[in-house]
């Protein structure tokens, strides 16, 4: 006859054994997704440097440009140009946040790792001995202790996002990542835009020298 808590403690081991599992998956999919931000960056950069480039050209050739495009058409694509330009720096903050984000989590996964091994491995032992001696003890890590300490040298304001944060986020276990993920959607939306504006300003400039 089987012992039913024992198949408790087994049903509970293989459900989170299988929640590990899949949570880690999901990360895997979201860490291999933001580190491509590098690559959506460089694109942007470019994007910024033609766009610089072109701008310096426009201004410093005025009296060249002018007779080709007449001077509203001059005015309409510098203003393309610099909101292009513009969107570019956007891109950019977004590209940091993305990757600041995503390096976080990486180094953070890598140092917790052996702190949660040894934890794990010292909370089995010293469950064993409680037992033996019929002592009651909790051994589950605190979390809210943990960020009371970690805000300690943070001004009041920090602290007060981070509280907010960890209430916002609380049983998310994908959180961290999840930021990760909005700034590199971010970063791709304006950097869509900013080619746009870059292929605009071109369609632009090529119209007002046709009709000139």
Not at 8 to 15: A, C, G, K, Y
Not at 20 to 36: D, I, K, P, R, W
Not at 50 to 73: M, N, W, Y
Request: net charge neutral; proline share 3%.
């Amino acid at each position: 006859m089987s012992n039913p808590g024992s198949d408790d403690s087994l049903v509970e081991w293989n459900r989170l054994n299988k929640e590990n599992a899949e949570h880690g998956f999901v990360s895997a999919l979201y860490q291999s997704m933001t580190e491509t931000s590098p690559l959506v960056d460089k694109f942007s950069l470019w994007l910024l440097a033609g766009t610089g480039a072109t701008g310096a050209l426009l201004i410093t050739q005025i009296k060249s440009v002018l007779p080709f495009l007449t001077q509203q058409g001059f005015k309409v694509c510098l203003v393309i140009l610099v909101t292009s330009a513009v969107i570019g720096f956007v891109a950019k903050y977004s590209s940091l946040r993305c990757e600041i984000q995503s390096n976080f989590q990486s180094k953070f996964t890598e140092l917790i790792k052996p702190v949660l091994d040894k934890h794990e491995q010292d909370e089995g032992t010293i469950q064993e001995y409680a037992e033996q001696q019929g002592i009651e003890l909790q051994t589950d890590i605190n979390l809210a202790s943990i960020m009371e300490e970690f805000s300690r040298p943070f001004p009041f304001w920090v602290k007060w996002l981070i509280s907010r944060k960890i209430e916002k986020t609380s049983g998310d276990r994908q959180a961290g990542f999840h930021i990760a993920v909005k700034a590199y959607m971010s970063q791709l939306r304006w950097t869509l835009l900013q080619a746009v504006l870059f292929l605009v300003f071109m369609l632009t400039a090529a119209w007002y020298a046709n009709a000139r």
